[in-house]
């Protein structure tokens, strides 16, 4: 139960980047935005290992590992603020539970992990529930694939994000998690820095609004540092299926978190496919249930 916890909290505290993600993208460029980002992350996660396990030598064996996985990680959060900057937060949550219909597919390429069939039925419904909330349940604009600019930009990003999730098991060469996400956040912040130097140089940093700062302070502590936390002690406790079975109740999350920042509900019609999102996490966790 307590790993459960964990989940429903860490899924909760990923929703509230995409609310306050939307109302501070065209305030700051978001490649600059996210160089500070890691750079506050990784001040916050390399405190933690060095209070906990420490940060071996060994660890730093073949840094180009780092290199690949902080270049994915960078990638999807600068695309991520980048499509915020039209994408409606729901939709952009939508398209965050289609990743893990990609990063299955990453698996099975990289790692030969093979889906078994209720899994993959699952998948199968939260991304055809995913599909009606980006196309904002309107059948025309589904069959014509006309999906917005900011929907496209993000879902490179979480192109991005689902080759992450299998690499990290590729190139971990044992080192422990803390230590390891440590090396990626560093390298994240040098490819983002070099990246987005002229973007960093170019921004007033005196003049950003308040919502930037906010948004800054919420996504290194509660959406990154927070969130690793949960996330590694419920995978301790729970199923690698039930831990990514989460992710679809993200949506859910986003439009509670619109509601309370006084945002309109999204329309009954999209409410449904927030329902079949639910549905994908339910089978999820039957599969763990019963098999």
């Known amino acids: 139960m307590r790993g459960h916890l964990a989940m429903a909290l860490f899924s909760m505290l990923v929703a509230g980047s995409f609310p306050l993600g939307a109302m501070m993208a065209n305030a700051v460029s978001p490649v600059a935005f996210t160089a500070l980002r890691f750079l506050l992350s990784g001040v916050i996660i390399g405190a933690a290992a060095l209070l906990t396990t420490g940060l071996p030598r060994l660890a730093a064996r073949a840094p180009w590992r780092y290199a690949v996985l902080g270049s994915l990680f960078a990638a999807y959060f600068v695309l991520m603020f ?5 994408a409606a937060p729901v939709s952009a949550a939508a398209v965050f539970t ?3 219909v990609l990063s299955a597919g990453f698996g099975f390429l990289l790692l030969r992990q093979v889906t078994t069939s209720r899994i993959a039925l699952a998948l199968a419904i939260g991304a055809a529930g995913a599909l009606w909330i980006i196309f904002r349940a309107d059948w025309q604009a589904m069959f014509g694939f006309r999906v917005g600019r900011g929907e ?4 490179a990003g979480c192109v991005a994000h689902a080759l992450y999730t299998p690499m990290v098991r590729k190139l971990n060469r044992g080192e ?3 230590v390891f996400t440590f090396g990626m956040i560093v390298a994240g912040t040098a490819v983002t820095t070099l990246w987005g130097w002229g973007a960093i140089r170019a921004t007033d940093w005196t003049a950003l609004p308040g919502i930037v700062w906010v948004t800054l302070l919420y996504t290194s502590v509660f959406a990154s540092a927070v969130t690793f936390v ?11 299926s039930k831990v990514m079975a ?3 109740l993200v ?3 986003v439009i509670l978190w619109e509601v309370a920042l006084g945002q309109p ?6 409410m449904a496919g927030v329902a079949l999102t639910v549905l994908a996490l339910a089978l999820l966790m039957k599969e763990e249930r019963t098999g």
């Open 82 to 86: 980048e499509g915020l900057k039209t």
């Open 98 to 100: 289609l990743t893990p």
């Open 152 to 155: 496209a930009v993000y879902f």
């Open 176 to 178: 422990h998690p803390l």
């Open 230 to 240: 949960l996330l590694q002690y419920a995978t301790l406790r729970l199923p690698a």
């Open 246 to 248: 989460y992710t679809y």
């Open 251 to 253: 949506p859910a999350w």
């Open 265 to 270: 509900s999204p329309p009954a019609l999209v």
